[in-house]
Each structure stands twice: as structure tokens, then as C-alpha cells.
């Protein structure tokens, strides 16, 4: 009963109705931020849902996010708009994620959990960002998801995802494919209805190789041994003044006894770009936050301070009585610290803020600067961290405050354009 369901090739970008129109057992569609996956992604699971029914007469389609609550925002409310735009009648279940309706079930699940994923048997499946996932457990979700495609004997499994090096979307669709895999590729640039704006400040954002992935939709090594790869002793580290009294000060912390870390310094825009000067830096053997929060005070009380700390600190605590970050708002520190963020997500932008010449490090800041030229990631892109190293801690600590700012430059650029 598609009848009220319209779906015309001119409403769709041509990358979007190849993947809309291909049935092969593998299909990827790997594309650039805002190149248009989540449409193809939605409208290929309204069509597997009502059109391809199992030998009972009903299908049962998998559907796997990062997260439940990525799930429930990007596919569980708006495939129900859809379903109720086609006047489908359907029952929906939000604790668990279903949808019924007499044409099957659509069942949603998280991919963070891929040993969850027994039981059914999809007549078809999609993953969303996949590679958001380490490598490991994104192949292990795909042999999940594989071992559930009995349902049809055409059974599909369909993926969107912006590439993440090569990780599980490259070795799926790419360096190892089963027979009867497609791939693929989405360039940003392709999507006419994104402003020139937002093509703009992404390129101005992301260092070439990052623009590759995150532009161009292309698998490109992003995790090539040195973690901060954009960063030049030659280009970013020189002379940099102390800011006038009345800038704020930004120290990003990171919490650790042995050493306790932080970096300091300012922003200035410069441009119309936002420019990081980073002029002194903490680098405290065997110490505590309480130490920390004395210098801070006693170098710079009387000035405006935020502090970005590692949001480990709401729970650790120096001492028995109070976390580390309320140690350091007691001393009238302002906080600004964000959950969730990913490692690889906080290198690419400070690798794109170097690769833009927009960061400059005083030469004093000689634990931050080696930290920079030494600290490595492993083959999937996660910053090396070895027993008793004492690397990792100050660039961590300086990464903080351009990662909190960038996702509050997204947040404001979404509620402008929303």
C-alpha cells in the first residue's frame, strides 16, 4: 500500500537515489558532512519496511545507531512522520524502539552493544555511522547484523556513514568486500541545498587531508603516528605576549597527580577567524588540585578566568568532600567542560586549527611543545598512552579548550539555521 508514498527521482540528489535504487547485498554509501545521507537512509527503510515482506507475509528491519538516543532522534520520530504522512497505521513503542504496523516490525538497536544483537531475523538492515564506532566493534556489528539476514533470500544490508580513515566502513565495503558490494562516495560540495556558508567554514575548519574525508567522502589515513600531525615547531611556536588584564584567560586542565597540567592563554579573532595564544603553562609533579587551584589563584585571581577541565574531574576527587572541579570553582573559576567527546574528534580539530595556523604556543611551553612533536596514536587512531608515560597530559589539557569551543561554535551555527 505505497499509494500515499511518493517518491520521485527529481526530490533526490543523484547519489541519493543510486543508493535508494540498489539492491546489492552489501551497499555503502560513504559521504562527506551534509552531503545528504540521512534522507537516502530514512527513505531506503520506509521502502525495505513496507515493500519487502518475509516468507510469513511481514518484514522485520534492523536498524543500528551509535546510540539509543541518536536513534530515537534521527530515524524513530521521523520515520514515524513518515509513516503517519503515508496514513500507515502503526504502533510504536519508545522504550524499546519498535514499530509495528501490519506490514512487519522495525526494530532499533545500538551499536555499541553489538553481543545484544541476537535473536532476530532481518528480511533487511541499515547501520548509521558506522564508523563512528573503533574498527573492531563496527566489523563485529556487521557480522552481527549478517548472521540475522535470513529473512529474504535478498536480504540487504545498507550503511551510511562519513568515513573515519580506515576503519570498519573501509575494510566492509573497500579492502575486503563480500561478493555483490557497492560502494558508494558523496561529496559535500554535491548537496545544492547546503549554503556556501557551511561548505566555508568546514573547509576552513579541517586541515587537506581531514577535507578529503570530511568534504570529499573518501577514506584517508587519519591516524599516520604523530597525533598532532599539523603541528610545526617552525609555524606555531614563537613569542607570544601576555594578554591585556582585561581578556579572559583560558586554562584547559588536565587532571593527574603525577603531572597535575595546564595550559594557558587567550583567544583573539584575527579576520574574522578565532585565534589561540597559549602563553604560559603548569606542569606540577606529584600534585593535587588543590596546589592547581592555589597558583591559578595567586597568579591570576584577579582576573577573568574559565577553566576547561577534563570532565572526569565532576566525579574525582582530590579529596573527600569535593570533586576536583568544585575545587576550582571555589576559587571563582569559571567551568566549561563537555561529555562524550572522542579523541578522534578532539585531534581533528585541533589538527585543523594548526593546519589553519590558528594556534601559537610561546616558546616557555616546553612540556606542551614536546608533547605535541611526541605523542602518537595506534592504527586506529587512539592517542597512545603507556604506563607511567609522562606524555599525553598538557596537549590533552590544551585540546579541552578548542574542542569545547568548537562544539559550542556548532551549537550556535545549528540554532541560527534552524
Known sequence: ????????????LPHQWEFLTSWAKTLGLIGGLGSGKTVPFLFKSLYCYVMRPGANGKSNLGIGYPSLSKSKALFFYPICDLLSDARISFKHNLS??????????????SMHNPERIVGDTYTDA???????????????VVRKVRERLRGRKDAQLYIVSSPEGFSAC?????????????????????????????????????????????????????TAGQAHYAFSRDTHVHPVAPPEPHIELLVGVDFNVNPMTAAIGYRKEIDG???YFFFTEYYIRNSNTFMLADLLAEDFGSRVVTCYPDPTGESRKTSSDRSDIE?????????????????RRSLNVANGAFSHNRIHIDPS?????????????DDYGNILKPNGTMLTHISDAMRNVLMVDAIEKEEQKHWRTA
Open 1 to 12: 500500500m505505497m499509494s500515499n508514498i511518493i517518491i520521485n527521482q527529481s526530490d533526490f
Open 126 to 140: 541499515g547501520l548509521d555511522e558506522l564508523d563512528t564506532l573503533p574498527r573492531a566493534k563496527g566489523l563485529h
Open 365 to 377: 611551553c616546553k612540556h606542551l611543545i614536546n608533547d605535541l612533536e611526541q605523542v602518537v596514536t
Open 327 to 343: 575545587i576550582l570553582q571555589k576559587k571563582g573559576f569559571n567551568m566549561r567542560y563537555r561529555h562524550g567527546v572522542t579523541q
Open 273 to 275: 577567524e578565532m585565534h
Open 96 to 109: 524499546d524502539l519498535t514499530i509495528t504496523s501490519a506490514y512487519g516490525t522495525t526494530n532499533m538497536f
Open 170 to 222: 573501509y575494510d566492509v565495503l573497500k579492502d575486503n568486500p563480500n561478493p555483490n558490494t557497492k560502494l558508494i562516495h558523496a561529496d559535500t560540495r554535491s548537496n545544492k541545498y547546503l549554503p556556501q556558508e557551511y561548505i566555508d567554514d568546514i573547509m576552513a575548519t579541517y586541515d587537506e587531508r581531514m577535507a578529503l574525508a570530511y568534504i570529499s567522502g573518501q577514506f584517508v589515513n587519519l
